[in-house]
């Protein structure tokens, strides 16, 4: 191909001929005319991803969920045309009919038409993805994916649709597994998210806004990206889009390294970044799962922030690596082993603790009652202390469909709020050691607040002051989504703003 170079309207071979001026080869950077072989680029071979989706294409589901809307529900005060808005904007467009066997209801307001009303109608709720673990028919996806659905639906790449069974799910890494009824199915292989490298290949399936089968392809632009959420996250440059959720990343060698979960966005699309939780978590989780339809974690009752590099000079460690101890639980597993507030703990178990948040994944995996080692940085030396790890309370068994014509059991209490935050009232004893009024206990944070931890105390929410979490549930509930908020926050001796902005980060 002849590349000709414009300047001022003419080409720079015209220019060169009609000033008649001569270059040597050597000054243009060329071969000389002996040379006459032709001059071309080398060739970089991309990858082909036909044969790898042919392969693992059949294993990748598209989940469907549907949650019953019964008479006097959310709907109850809507008008005719409004409910239809309603379900538009908020269902996809899943509009339910009444069913020839509903309720009568008279003409009037919300039903102008006098047409008879279901009083329960399963209404389209959500469209996920998911794989298949086994083939006797486990199926992993995404907690979001399920949380709150009153029936859930997979169906294959040859349209076969199976109902399935929700055996649990995990919100804290965002892990759910079903079960459908069918042997001989098409599975996944599991790889290792440890061995994976920066800048690899891998590509994802799954249903952007509803689209099945949709294959996309990227490299891994990080690992162990720590976003705040309980476990690190793989980072992608992989179109993801809403629908991906739960989703398999795979690899070039056909193995699944993450499911696809979250992406960082300014419009709700994909804007370049996507995460995926590390297959390998997954897989422990799952097993769980299966079990008993809940995760049991450890705790060891610590209180934890990060370690500044003064503070690591100050204290003359080398790094600023590491949990510093801002709180001891009075009584609790770190008590008991002479942990105190101002320990810097190093390691756990012998795995190094590099950030604060490595520490409750680390203590979170190890089994309770067994015993661990605590290295702790104490007054220029380091301490090796015995810990009995403990389980962490506030673990539910995840709501789960029990099959064709029974209903599911109740949500359990405590489900995060719009901010993504599930809050507990402050005793008189923890409100008088912190020397405040009000406030409420942050038991659990995710999304938007994933910033936040466990034993947070917030004090206020924009300009209001935090009594107890009935009213600061209330305020949440009425915050307009479109508008950042900031929450007032007490982490051990520290009070600080944090800035939530839901726009900024959401889940598909």
């Known amino acids: 191909m002849k590349n000709n170079f414009t300047a001022g309207g003419k080409t720079l071979s015209a220019l060169l001929v009609g000033a008649s001026v001569w270059m040597s080869p050597a000054l243009l950077g060329m071969a000389p005319a002996t040379a006459a072989a032709p001059v071309t680029g080398a060739v970089v071979g991309l990858p082909d991803f036909a044969d790898l989706v042919d392969k693992v294409g059949p294993a990748v589901v598209n989940i469907r969920t549907t949650e019953v809307m019964k008479q006097g529900g959310r709907g109850e005060d809507l008008g005719d045309e409004e409910m239809q808005e309603f379900l538009r904007r908020f269902f996809g467009g899943a509009i339910p009919q009444p069913s020839p066997g509903g309720k009568a209801v008279p003409p009037g307001k919300g039903n102008p038409r006098g047409r008879r009303q279901a009083p329960e109608e399963p209404v389209q709720r959500g469209v996920g993805s998911g794989f298949i673990l086994s083939a006797d028919?486990?199926?992993?996806?995404?907690?979001?994916?399920?949380?709150?659905?009153?029936?859930?639906?997979?169906?294959?790449?040859?349209?076969?649709?199976?109902?399935?069974?929700?055996?649990?799910?995990?919100?804290?890494?965002?892990?759910?597994?079903?079960?459908?009824?069918?042997?001989?199915?098409?599975?996944?292989?599991?790889?290792?998210?440890?061995?994976?490298?920066?800048?690899?290949?891998?590509?994802?399936i799954g249903s952007p806004f509803n689209l099945e089968n949709t294959v996309t392809a990227g490299i891994i632009s990080a690992k162990q990206r720590d976003t705040g959420d309980y476990l690190a996250l793989i980072q992608?440059?992989?179109?993801?889009?809403?629908?991906?959720?739960?989703?398999?990343?795979?690899?070039?060698?056909?193995?699944?390294?993450?499911?696809?979960?979250?992406i960082a966005t300014l419009s709700g699309a994909y804007n370049g970044i996507s995460f995926a939780v590390p297959i390998d978590e997954a897989i422990r989780v799952s097993e769980q799962l299966k079990k008993s339809g809940k995760v049991t974690r450890g705790r060891i009752g610590v209180q934890i922030g990060e370690v500044s590099r003064e503070v690591?000079?100050?204290?003359?460690?080398?790094?600023?690596?590491?949990?510093?101890?801002?709180?001891?639980?009075?009584?609790?597993?770190?008590?008991?082993a002479g942990i105190k507030s101002g320990d810097i703990i190093l390691k756990f178990n012998g795995a190094t603790v590099t950030r604060s948040s490595d520490?409750?994944?680390?203590?979170?995996?190890?089994?309770?009652?067994?015993?661990?080692?605590?290295?702790?940085?104490?007054?220029?030396?380091?301490?090796?202390?015995?810990?009995?790890?403990?389980?962490?309370?506030?673990?539910?068994?995840?709501?789960?469909?029990?099959?064709?014509?029974?209903?599911?059991?109740?949500e359990a209490e405590g489900k995060p709020n719009a901010l993504g935050l599930v809050v507990s009232d402050l005793s008189a004893e923890k409100k008088k050691a912190l020397g405040v009024g009000g406030g409420v206990m942050v038991e659990s944070a995710e999304g938007v607040s994933a910033r936040l931890q466990e034993g947070d105390v917030v004090l206020q929410l924009n300009n209001t002051e935090v009594k107890d979490a009935k009213q600061f549930n209330a305020l949440v509930a009425k915050l307009d989504p479109k508008k950042p908020s900031v929450l007032l926050v007490r982490r051990g001796d520290a009070t600080q703003f944090i800035s939530l902005r839901p726009s900024a980060t959401k889940e598909k």
């Open 137 to 204: 028919g486990y199926v992993m996806t995404n907690a979001h994916v399920v949380d709150g659905a009153d029936e859930v639906f997979v169906t294959l790449t040859d349209k076969r649709e199976f109902k399935a069974k929700v055996l649990g799910a995990d919100a804290r890494t965002d892990v759910a597994v079903l079960k459908i009824e069918g042997d001989r199915l098409p599975f996944l292989v599991m790889g290792d998210s440890d061995k994976i490298r920066v800048g690899e290949w891998v590509i994802a």
């Open 236 to 262: 992608s440059d992989v179109a993801v889009n809403p629908g991906n959720s739960g989703g398999p990343l795979i690899n070039m060698r056909g193995e699944v390294i993450g499911i696809n979960s979250q």
């Open 312 to 336: 690591a000079e100050s204290l003359g460690l080398k790094s600023a690596q590491g949990a510093e101890v801002s709180l001891v639980e009075p009584g609790g597993p770190a008590d008991k």
């Open 359 to 410: 520490l409750p994944r680390l203590v979170g995996g190890t089994a309770i009652g067994s015993k661990a080692t605590v290295t702790v940085w104490r007054k220029g030396a380091q301490i090796d202390l015995p810990v009995v790890v403990a389980e962490l309370e506030g673990e539910k068994t995840a709501k789960a469909s029990k099959g064709k014509g029974n209903k599911a059991e109740p």
